[in-house]
């Protein structure tokens, strides 16, 4: 595997499911990212993990739970999600959290909530 | 704080035509300045960066993009599109700083190129 993967590519869940979602980068970078990919709007940053450590949580609802185990993984988890909750959820990864610092994308996945 | 547009939302251009995508940015200082690329059922990947120095850079894909400070724009263009240049194409900035540094994104351009 090379870049960043994420898993699963495609989701469908209730209201009241628990899912969760994984990224892995393969890069040897420090720092993860979660982004949620509307229509029509700009990509929303969720969280920031530099080292493990979580640096920005960008007003993100309870409902949404991440975790970075490692500086290779990084996982979304999901519970009592709401339908505009649906969204494609990229993750991406960089060397640091410096403004010059390059993302590297994952695929995402692409969430639908009934 | 900082922030990117892109006023067109949907691009047609007929392929070997040339291509320019417009992005304004609003930023105090000069930033830093990303054009990356989402193909169907992508992540998005990087075409493009400005750092300093050169206002015309060089990217992949046979892309280019030039800073115009006193415009505050960053347009990206292309001589000839290929077909498969069709994508959404996304501009970007971030602030000149060492840690956690957010790098905003604009809303898009969906490219679609027609024989």
């Known amino acids: 595997e090379t870049g960043v993967t994420q898993t699963p590519r495609h989701l469908v869940m209730g209201m009241t499911n628990k899912k969760s979602l994984k990224c892995e980068q393969h890069l040897g970078h420090n720092a993860m990212y979660w982004y949620k990919q509307s229509a029509k709007k700009p990509l929303e940053l969720m969280f920031v993990y530099s080292l493990e450590e979580r640096v920005e949580n960008n007003s993100v609802p309870s409902r949404f739970s991440p975790e970075c185990p490692n500086s290779s993984h990084l996982f979304l988890h999901l519970h009592t999600l709401q339908p505009e909750d649906s969204a494609l959820y990229l993750c991406?990864?960089?060397?640091?959290?410096?403004?010059?610092?390059?993302?590297?994308f994952g695929p995402g996945t692409r969430l639908l909530v009934l | 704080a900082q922030s990117v547009t892109q006023p067109d939302i949907h691009i047609t251009v007929s392929e070997g035509a040339s291509l320019e995508l417009r992005c304004n940015y609003s930023?105090?200082?000069?930033?830093?300045l990303f054009w990356y690329v989402q193909s169907p059922g992508q992540g998005l990947q990087l075409l493009l960066k400005?750092?300093?120095?050169?206002?015309l850079v060089q990217g992949i894909k046979g892309f280019e993009a030039e800073f115009k400070r006193s415009q505050s724009s960053f347009n990206l263009r292309k001589p000839s599109v290929h077909w498969s240049d069709a994508a959404e194409y996304f501009c970007?900035?971030?602030?000149?700083?060492?840690?956690?540094?957010?790098?905003?994104f604009g809303t898009g351009t969906r490219l679609t190129i027609i024989p």
């Open positions: 991406a990864s960089s060397q640091g959290t410096g403004g010059s610092e390059t993302q590297y």
């Open positions: 400005y750092f300093s120095g050169d206002t």
């Open positions: 970007a900035v971030a602030s000149q700083g060492f840690g956690n540094e957010k790098l905003t």
């Open positions: 930023y105090g200082a000069t930033p830093y």
